[in-house]
Every structure is written in structure tokens, then in C-alpha cells.
DNA sequence: TAAATTCTTTACAAAATCTTTATGACAAAG
DNA sequence: CTTTGTCATAAAGATTTTGTAAAGAATTTA
């Protein structure tokens, strides 16, 4: 189980692990640093933190390296900190499974509600394990999914995605972030999978497939599943 | 910390010092003055002052070369002032990392409102996830933007672009800038893809198109997003 | 083992997007 | 006043991306 309240930050600027340990630790987080790569990897994993803090720029090794290495044994909430502030780096992180971006300076207040936030988002399936969105329903703890209060069958790989989409409503989920957290990074590339699945997902639970209102497409990027007002 | 209302002029010709001096000291700043380049280098350095105005046509170093020099270790706002008809100049400073321009003659008014401009923006935090301009919202980790609280349906190049000015709110960003950006260095002189894209743009965005308020065009220069008073 | 289910792969039409071209407006320069 | 260069805009054409069906392979179930 994860440690309550303990967060690593990874960053090889001391004064940022420095003023990083004040603020959060006023804020009631356990602060545990690392100023390498690597060294951030093995306290992680001892650690079992709820949340990491990596910069990019570390001297050992990319953060993006790091982000991948941690990415393929937890899905601990990461929020990447980094002085460029460039779209693709943005998107690689994301891609790669960070799940919050800021950029340097912070602003100390907003990167608390960041943190919080995801901690929050994280423990939603624990406590919330229902979510409810239209007339479709998803019920985390028990892995099924409704329509109408009706269940659907699907497949194993129907749900993963539905999984996804449903985590993260209203959020455009890119073709290479699902298709690594499904079928693995070897198949990062191959969009036809989910162009195969997105259709066949949609034969289930929208009204009108061809005019879909609950998975919508966004050309060259990737899907999304819309929040509908109940 | 950078010295509140602190800026650094650096111009050889003392006429324009002073004007900017008696000018700028009127409105509450307080000037440190330097006629040349290395002198301006080490007034900035000790002053840390909160904005730079420095002349490109400076005697005894280029002042490309004080904006090159700077900039290996310092963000703070730097407003060239060129002559007119030195469009080349200003492009070259602004791909350098000069934040605005203003060709002389110049006048104050719009001066000041540049500085106070540039200010205002280096302290937004720029890690919001939501930027509010006007009628206009853009919302980074959803990668959405809203008129009107209406989700707007735009193209994967049209949000990039979009991403990029809002990203950089009343600050001129040149076509070589946004062409590298997006299309890569290879197209960084088809400079008709952005009069395409930022057209339509403007056709989502403007409430009159042929006229518009939000995306302003720096004729030889590039596009800025001009910040609207909410 | 046979049947059923699910996944992978391919192919092609449809839709969406991007690129290119052409034209005219406008402002600055000579 | 004419020339030149930049910009705005529409629209045609090219390209890319997506949706969909369907066949074969692999896996699971009975």
C-alpha cells in the first residue's frame, strides 16, 4: 500500500528540493528527495510514495527515461516539472504517462492544488468506485459497464479502454498513450487497433454510431470520452 | 529577487536615456542607465532589474551580441528599440529571445504600455491549466478552447497555434518561430501556411474576422495574441 | 476436441485535414 | 503615380486519417 502523504521529488536542484520539502511539508506531505535519476527510481520503490515530482532536466539521466522506468512497474500519479515548456515535450510526457505538467518557476500555491488534485483523482475509483456519465455507467470495482441500467457485455480489451476513457472524461486520451497502456509500447504505432476497437465500443453504447455523443474523435491526436449532463 | 520597478536602459545616444529616464521615472520606475554594451551587461547582472530596453544599434559591441550574452542566464523581459525599416533586425533579435520591439521614433505611450505588458506577463503563472482571454478559454490538459463557454472544434495545427499564443499573451511570436514550431524547420519560410491557419482561426475566434481583436498581425514580423481585458 | 469468442490483420471508401494556388487589398518605397 | 512586398481569403486539389466490414488466427470455453 501506498505510504500516506509521502511524495518524492526528483530534482537535482537542491534549492528546489529545498523550498519543495518546506512547502509541502507545511502542507502535511512527507518529503523525500532525490537529486539523481536512478537514485529517485530506488526511492520510489522503497518508498511506495502517493505522488512523484520529477524535473526533466536531471544530469544523469533524462527525465523522460525516468518517467518510462517508473512507468513500467506503477502508476503512482507523476506531474512532471520542467523549464521547457514546448508542446512536444508536453505531449511526450504525457504520452509516456506523466500526469500533470509545470513548468518552471512554479507558482508554490498552484502546485499544491496540482498535487492535490491528483492524489484526489487517483483514490476516485477506491472510494468512488461508480461513475456515472449519460445514460452509460461504469462500476470500477466490479468491472462492468451499463447502459440504461442495462449491462453490456464486453470484451476484456473493450473494457480497458472504456476504463481509460471513463478515468479521464472530457480529456483527449492520445492514440499512443492508449495504445501503450493496452497493448504495450512494442504496438505504440499501431492506430488500426484502435481504430478497430473505438468502433466496435461504439457499435455498444452510443444511439447512433455513425454520430457518436460519447466517444468523439479528435483527428491526428486521439479520443475522448464527453462528459454528458445527466 | 529582481528589484521592483527597477529597469535597465542600455542606449548610446544620451538624448534617448534621458527622455526614457525622465519619461519612464514619472510613471514610478526607477531607471538605471548604460551607453553601452558591457556596461549594460553588468547593470543588469547587479541590478536585477525587472525589464531590459536595449538599442540594437549600439557603437562598440552588436547589440544582438548583449541579447545573446544575456539571455545564457537570465528570462528577464527584454524590449529592443531599432530604427525603422530594420524589420530583419527585429525578427533576428526576437528569434534571439527579445520579448517585444518598438521602432523609433517611438512613441511613449505605447512604450510604457509595452513594458507594463511585459511585465504583466513574465508574473502570470505559466503553468495554469486554463487560460481565460476575453470571451476566449483555453484549457490545456483537456486541450480544449471555449468562446463563450462553447467548445469550439478546432484542428490539431489550429490548437497548436492556439496553444502557442495563448501561451504567450501579448507577446509577438515571429512566423520563423511558429513555423518551426509546428511544421519543422524545413517549412520555416512557407510563411503562407500561417496566413492560412491564422485566417482560420480568426474565423472561429474573431467576432469580426476582417477586423480582428484577438490574433493582430506585426506586419513582416509575425502574429501576437493580445491579452483583452476580462 | 469442437465450438464460441476474441483478437489481429487487411482492404477500401468516406471524411477530415492540409497544401497549394490564385486573386485582390493595402501600405510602403521609389 | 507606379512598383514592390506583405497580407487576407477563397477554393481546388492532394494527402492523411478515420470508420467499417470481413476474413483468418489465436484463445477461451464447454
Redesign the pocket.
Known amino acids: 500500500m501506498a505510504s500516506q502523504n509521502t511524495i518524492v521529488v526528483i530534482d537535482d536542484e537542491s534549492q528546489i528540493r529545498k523550498i519543495l520539502s518546506i512547502t509541502l511539508g507545511a502542507e502535511g506531505f512527507k518529503v523525500i528527495e532525490a537529486s539523481k535519476g536512478k537514485e529517485g527510481i530506488v526511492a520510489v520503490a522503497n518508498n511506495h510514495p502517493q505522488l512523484v515530482i520529477l524535473d526533466l532536466g536531471l544530469p544523469d539521466e533524462d527525465g523522460f527515461t525516468v518517467l518510462k522506468e517508473i512507468r513500467t512497474w506503477s502508476n503512482i500519479p507523476i506531474i512532471i516539472l520542467s523549464v521547457r515548456n514546448s508542446e512536444d515535450d508536453i505531449v511526450k510526457a504525457l504520452d509516456l504517462g506523466a500526469d500533470d505538467y509545470v513548468t518552471k518557476p512554479f507558482n508554490t500555491a498552484e502546485l499544491i492544488a496540482r498535487i492535490r488534485a491528483n492524489i484526489r483523482r487517483t483514490q476516485l475509483p477506491d472510494s468512488q468506485s461508480v461513475v456515472v456519465n449519460g445514460d452509460l455507467k461504469i462500476d470500477f470495482s466490479k468491472r462492468l459497464i451499463y447502459k440504461n441500467d442495462e449491462e453490456l457485455?464486453?470484451?476484456?480489451?473493450?473494457?480497458?479502454l472504456l476504463f481509460l476513457l471513463f478515468r479521464n472524461l472530457d480529456k483527449v486520451l492520445t492514440?499512443n498513450y492508449l495504445l501503450k497502456e493496452?497493448?504495450g509500447p512494442v504496438?505504440s504505432e499501431?492506430?488500426?487497433?484502435?481504430?478497430?476497437?473505438?468502433?466496435?465500443i461504439?457499435?455498444k453504447i452510443e444511439d447512433d454510431?455513425?454520430h457518436?455523443k460519447y466517444?468523439?474523435?479528435?483527428?491526428?491526436?486521439?479520443?475522448r470520452m464527453r462528459l454528458i449532463n445527466n
Do not use: C
Open positions: 457485455k464486453v470484451t476484456n480489451t473493450e473494457y480497458m492514440h493496452i497493448w504496438h499501431d492506430s488500426q487497433y484502435l481504430r478497430v476497437f473505438i468502433g466496435q461504439r457499435k454510431p455513425a457518436p466517444i468523439t474523435t479528435d483527428s491526428g491526436v486521439g479520443y
